[in-house]
């Protein structure tokens, strides 16, 4: 472990510069000088802060103030008394997800500021290729008596009436953060509504997308439209019960999240940022040897559902044996029982220790480990909560490999506590997470590489009750949610139809769009825990078995190749040697697109196998062809969509 540490822990090059006293302006730039952030004060002693993008303003001077109890203000009548500098290159390993690794270089100033009262805080300013960051950190002093935050007030005020791509809600306690996006202009959004993150926004010139980092002793953050002040101008608002509740209280000193803005030529080129991570604590576990991503089956999703055998499904050793041995003839690394297991998912009383009579959970495990596959298991998060330590301790007991933790719905500051703590005594007992019902990632799974995947999307699971998941939403979140980390959409549908055709259904869910749409999730959709979401008979004797068999659930590079939102999306991800590239089309049309293979290693040859749409797939949704071909970093490939279709390759060594 030495060795692999000295390899992979981040380094540091550091340059200090201080500033002088009374300093009116900070300006930081990112390496390439094409990314700026600025903070000064207003002539009314007003903090506020800047942004600009390849000499252009993205951000217009926007204010920055806390609001903390005893009518404390750290944004009005206030001074720059002094600013450290620094320029920063790090590189860190990534366990799973889009890549094996990382690299980033940043500029850093950290900005001391006064108020009229003697009260002293910082706010820290990073500049990275692709974005800013900030935030703010109060140190104890003797003037605060507490640090009860009411309110933030960091405001965004966007130069451009920019195109948005807005989660709306109505209510931050039970907000489970699967909502649909809505496309509108800045000017069309209505005055007062409330947006969650992230928030992505596009010009004719840059993309971006406004997020949250190391979201840690703290409540979530959340944007209002607020005309105010400026036409285009959104300010913040803290997750909370009611507007009576203090919505963060930390002790001895207050340090927020980052606020973050991703910036890009293209909104696909954002997908390759790594700006959360970048900004989140290193890694807290010492041995991750242990941390294994890989693909499910799973018995929810489509209701249990067994064909031609002897027992009754449900919740028994039989079913899941079921469930276990496709797992095992896929060469799947696990399989997920759902709840039910312990007792109701709604039972927020009953053990979590103990499995019901009609199910035998050791032995399940013995069995599953006879035939290579790990077993998960999904607990109301309440339950966890009340037996954390006693129900991770049984879990490791019996073999168990990770645990899914549904209906947390909201991200209340201790809701966000309880993250870090399932996420830290899962890792001292060996344990993978899943966490479902959940807010979007932001960061936690640098810190605690344990932690493989979030829901936080409007899912696969929407099509058993409603009509919301279509092929345009679907090629909408790659450039929304997944630009914050993995996302447990739940892809693999198998019974894919039109639009006309489709019908809601909780015991036979179907999707909308072709079977090449759903096959195309699997390289698209970033998620370490990669779910095949249909019944074992579902899959059978199709001809994308040997895809689904082979395809991997992490990353050691990620391309994006060609995207627009809503519409279709092309990306490249490396596992190993093998390149696969995927595409989806959101759009009810056929589409084609040619796309340079310039990002193969040069000189190289590559066996190819294409699954594509059948030409006849406007009719009958299921239907694709395989094709084979040898490829080169010269060549290009010739992508044929069908409506609401998809399109995979999978390019190996010749």
């Known amino acids: 472990m030495k060795i692999q540490n000295f390899i992979w822990g981040s380094f540091f090059c550091l340059f200090f510069v201080s500033s002088c006293v009374e300093r009116a302006e900070t300006v930081v730039i990112s390496p390439n000088g094409q990314v700026e952030i600025g903070l000064e004060t ?78 002293k805080y910082n706010v820290s300013l990073r500049a990275y290729d692709d974005g800013v960051a900030f935030r703010y950190i109060v140190p104890h002093q003797k003037y605060l008596k507490s640090y009860n935050l009411l309110a933030e007030h960091s405001q965004f005020a966007f130069h451009d009436d920019v195109k948005m791509w ?5 209510k931050f306690y ?3 953060y699967e909502h649909p996006y809505e496309a509108m202009n800045f000017d069309s959004v209505p005055v007062g509504m409330t947006m969650q ?9 840059y993309a971006g997308a406004i997020c949250e980092a190391e979201l840690k002793d703290y409540a979530g953050l959340y944007l209002k439209k607020d005309t105010l002040s400026h036409t285009h101008f959104l300010s913040s608002e803290l997750s909370r019960k009611s507007l009576d509740d203090v919505p963060v209280i930390q002790k001895d000193s207050l340090v927020t999240p980052w606020r973050v803005i991703m910036l890009a030529d293209k909104a696909v080129d954002l997908i390759k940022s790594n700006l959360v991570y970048d900004l989140s604590t290193p890694c807290q576990i010492s041995d991750v040897s242990w941390i294994k991503p890989g693909r499910v089956a799973w018995d929810w999703w489509n209701d249990q559902h067994v064909v031609g055998q002897s027992f009754k499904k449900g919740m028994n050793n039989e079913t899941m044996k079921y469930f276990i041995d496709f797992a095992s003839e896929m060469g799947l690394e696990y399989m997920l029982i759902d709840a039910g297991w312990y007792g109701a998912a709604d039972d927020t009383i009953a053990d979590i220790t103990k499995n019901v009579p009609q199910i035998d959970i050791p032995k399940l495990v013995a069995y599953a480990c006879n035939k290579n596959v790990g077993l998960l298991l999904w607990v109301n998060w309440i339950n966890l909560r009340n037996q954390m330590a006693d129900a991770m301790k049984t879990y490791a007991s019996w073999g168990i490999k990770g645990i899914k933790i549904d209906y947390m719905d909201g991200d209340l500051q201790n809701i966000v506590d309880f993250y870090y703590q399932t996420a830290k005594c899962a890792a001292d007992n060996k344990l993978l997470v899943d966490f479902h019902g959940a807010y979007k990632p932001t960061g936690l799974n640098r810190t605690y590489p344990n932690v493989m995947t979030y829901e936080g999307v409007l899912g696969l699971e929407h099509c058993k009750w409603s009509r919301k998941i279509t092929p345009s939403h679907n090629v909408t979140i790659p450039f929304t949610r997944m630009l914050v980390g993995p996302m447990d959409y739940t892809p693999g549908a198998m019974d894919n139809r039109t639009a006309e055709d489709f019908v809601a259904s909780y015991s036979s869910p179907c999707t909308m769009g072709t079977r090449m749409h759903q096959a195309a999730m699997y390289v698209v959709y970033e998620s370490p825990l990669q779910m095949l979401s249909d019944s074992p008979d579902a899959y059978r004797g199709e001809s994308i078995m040997d895809f689904l068999k082979n395809v991997p659930s992490t990353w050691d590079e990620t391309v994006p190749l060609a995207g627009k939102i809503g519409e279709y999306i092309v990306l490249a991800r490396r596992n190993g040697n093998t390149w696969y590239i995927g595409a989806l089309n959101g759009c009810e049309e056929k589409r084609e697109l040619r796309i340079p293979l310039s990002f193969l290693h040069k000189g190289k040859k590559y066996k190819t196998i294409l699954y594509q749409d ?41």
């Open 197 to 205: 993150l992230p928030l992505t926004f596009e010009s004719s010139d």
């Open 166 to 170: 807005v989660q709306k809600i109505s």
């Open 174 to 176: 039970k907000n489970h």
């Open 614 to 654: 059948a030409k006849d797939v406007k009719l009958y949704p299921k239907n694709i062809e395989i094709n084979h071909g040898i490829y080169t970093n010269l060549d290009s490939l010739d992508l044929n969509l069908g409506e609401s279709g998809g399109f995979v390759a999978v390019l190996a060594d010749y």
């Open 42 to 119: 207003t002539d009314n002693r007003k903090l506020c802060y800047y942004v600009k993008y390849n000499d252009s303003v993205i951000i217009e001077k926007s204010f920055l103030n806390l609001l903390l109890s005893d009518s404390i203000s750290l944004g009005n009548d206030v001074r720059i008394v002094d600013c450290l500098h620094k320029d920063v290159v790090e590189q860190y390993r990534m366990y799973a997800g889009k890549c094996d690794s990382v690299k980033t270089s940043f500029s850093e100033s950290i900005v001391s500021v006064e108020t009229e009262t003697g009260i």
